[in-house]
């Protein structure tokens, strides 16, 4: 059983389009960090947050963490081909512990 | 600033053979994990190192699986004998200093291990 579940697991869509990502758990962390990742390579941070309703924007990724500490959503806008990977958060506990994962995809 | 480094990139080896992963963390990091990041989904903690000593095995299968960081530098990890379930990325990541909430995890680029 994931600590932490993703939807959707799977996205394909056409650059331009505006997507978001879900990250949802009954458990409640102290912070909630997202991830990049790409073939071949590990993980690489993009942001965390902390507070509960925080939201933080990087270019055109906007992240928010849910007011119970529970859930985070990450949203892009107007998604570019280079926005292509695996997306991870992971929540912080005694440890870090990753969620199951979104595959984007983004069409040319 | 030189990145995590890992060796082998790939193994690919028969089932109850044995393999070893190693790992050099960034100069200075306290702390070295490894993660085991099964295809399709995310990374799975299976130990954590603060120097050299061990602060969380618990998800170690340790009938076959065995890390150890001497002098609080580099890691191996090391799995006999290998099973087909042990397909999968081996990570390792190190950090500065101990778990601490928002603490930034730094990866390497992961050991691809095939187990036929």
């Known amino acids: 059983t994931q600590l932490l579940e993703q939807s959707p697991q799977f996205l394909s869509i056409q650059e331009g389009e505006n997507l978001t990502v879900y990250c949802n758990s009954s458990s409640v962390f102290s912070s909630l960090q997202w991830y990049r990742q790409e073939p071949g390579e590990g993980p690489v941070l993009l942001v965390t947050v902390v507070t509960g309703g925080e939201v933080k924007k990087l270019k055109r990724l906007t992240f928010q963490f849910g007011d119970a500490r529970k859930d985070s959503s990450l949203h892009i806008t107007a998604a570019q081909t280079g926005d292509t990977g695996l997306y991870l958060c992971?929540?912080?506990?005694?440890?870090?512990?990753f969620g199951t994962g979104t595959r984007l995809t983004v069409i040319p | 600033e030189a990145g995590v480094a890992q060796s082998p990139r790939y193994k690919i080896i028969e089932k109850r053979q044995s393999v070893a992963f190693w790992c050099n963390p960034i100069s200075g990091h306290a702390t070295l994990y490894w993660y085991q990041q099964i295809l399709g989904q995310g990374p799975k903690l299976l130990i954590q190192?603060?120097?050299?000593?061990?602060?969380?095995d618990s998800q170690l299968p340790k009938d076959r699986f065995s890390a150890e960081r001497l002098k609080g530098v580099d890691s191996t990890l090391k799995i006999q004998p290998a099973k087909l379930e042990d397909s999968a990325v081996y990570l390792c990541?190190?950090?500065?200093?101990?778990?601490?909430?928002?603490?930034?995890?730094?990866f390497g680029a992961g050991s691809r291990l095939t187990v036929l």
């Open positions: 992971a929540g912080a506990l005694d440890n870090l512990f």
């Open positions: 190192f603060q120097n050299n000593g061990v602060v969380d």
């Open positions: 990541a190190s950090s500065p200093r101990d778990f601490v909430g928002a603490n930034v995890l730094t």
